[in-house]
């Protein structure tokens, strides 16, 4: 399937199990290696596209990722083939921050996340605050003309013009991807732009989890699963 592909990855809850903590999640030796074997047969057509800044992928994936193409913050931010590009980071971002805060403080194990593009209000440890978080994000977001993006127990203000979409049509314009079959493996909402853009270009979407409304074509029931069949895929 991969002979003639260019791979795009999203990686929390991808390439990696979500963890209750962002910064609590880390990239093995395993994992590392297996990227750049991908990049290696695909000839540099292997791209992570991640909500998290290219700064915390950087940090997490180590060496491989200034070997791989990276798009960062929902498709903001871009890295490829030594060239980046990033947009001007509005100082709305602080003041949804300090909102953000306020709102965590009461309640306990919620959690704010700043990005380079974006900040999350994570509420996996007070499931109870989700009416409250959506609800406070909707007025930030308005009161403050970001975009909204919602995750699996988390909820985004970022900046506008970018989503998954964007970067893997990006990327496909490019060699050595253009003209190439594109695959996006992701597993959450914020996934279902870059397999709508898979879609349209001639290429697969893979969602991660179990069955439900999605726009991709085939399913993996976890990421050591996905894992698994990229380790096929790079023999």
Not at 22 to 44: I, S, T, W, Y
Not at 69 to 87: D, F, K, N, V, Y
Not at 165 to 187: Q, S, W
Request: overall charge negative.
């Amino acid at each position: 399937m991969l002979a003639n592909a260019s791979l795009f990855l999203d990686f929390d809850g991808t390439l990696v199990d979500l963890a209750d903590r962002p910064d609590d999640v880390v990239a093995d030796a395993e994992l590392r290696a297996l990227l750049a074997r991908l990049n290696l047969r695909l000839g540099g057509r292997v791209a992570v596209i991640s909500g998290r800044s290219i700064a915390q992928l950087d940090a997490i994936l180590g060496p491989v990722a200034q070997e791989i193409a990276l798009s960062g913050s929902h498709g903001c931010e871009h890295r490829w083939q030594g060239i980046s590009a990033q947009p001007h980071r509005p100082p709305t971002l602080d003041q949804a921050a300090e909102r953000m805060r306020a709102f965590a403080d009461r309640f306990a194990g919620a959690l704010v996340e700043e990005k380079s593009y974006g900040v999350a209000l994570h509420y996996r440890l007070c499931p109870e605050a989700e009416k409250e978080a959506v609800e406070l994000a909707w007025h930030v977001a308005r009161d403050l003309g970001l975009e909204l993006q919602e995750g699996k127990m988390m909820i985004e203000l970022r900046v506008a013009g970018g989503d998954k979409g964007v970067a893997v049509r990006r990327m496909m314009r490019l060699a050595p991807m253009k003209g190439t079959m594109p695959v996006f493996i992701g597993d959450d909402r914020t996934d279902e732009n870059g397999f709508e853009a898979v879609t349209e270009l001639g290429g697969a979407g893979i969602f991660v989890g179990k069955p439900g409304e999605t726009g991709a074509h085939y399913l993996l029931e976890s990421p050591a699963a996905v894992r698994a069949w990229l380790e096929q895929m790079s023999a």
